[in-house]
């Protein structure tokens, strides 16, 4: 089982910018790809990013060129950086792990994009 725990989630004028961490734990060596996920109201969790253990990465269409989603394997870490960040940017953020026995879920971070 692996334990998920993101972070670094707040407010943010449009244009700027922030950082997402999650920490991972538990059985790390089943995880095969970790990504990010959002969730705003009213709306389906839709991926937003995901790096597999081999670091191919895939991003929405919505977030290219704009976020980075990277991974410090040492420090069982995955980050989301996010720029020009837009109003529709809002919603809660969910650190998910693909792992040989299923996924896993953290419990969420808000980011809000407001003026």
């Known amino acids: 089982q692996v334990q998920l725990v993101e972070s670094g989630g707040g407010l943010v004028q449009p244009g700027g910018s922030l950082r997402l961490s999650c920490a991972a734990s538990g059985s790390i060596f089943s995880i095969y790809v970790m990504g990010w996920y959002r969730q705003a109201p009213g709306k389906q969790r839709e991926l937003v990013a995901a790096i597999t253990s081999g670091g191919r990465l895939n991003y929405a269409d919505s977030v290219k060129g704009r976020f980075i989603i990277s991974r410090d394997n040492a420090k069982n870490m995955v980050y989301l950086q996010m720029n020009s960040l837009k109003p529709e940017d809002t919603a809660v953020y969910y650190c998910?792990?693909?792992?040989?026995?299923?996924?896993?879920w953290g419990q969420g971070t808000q980011v809000t994009v407001s003026s």
């Open positions: 998910n792990a693909g792992t040989t026995r299923g996924n896993s």
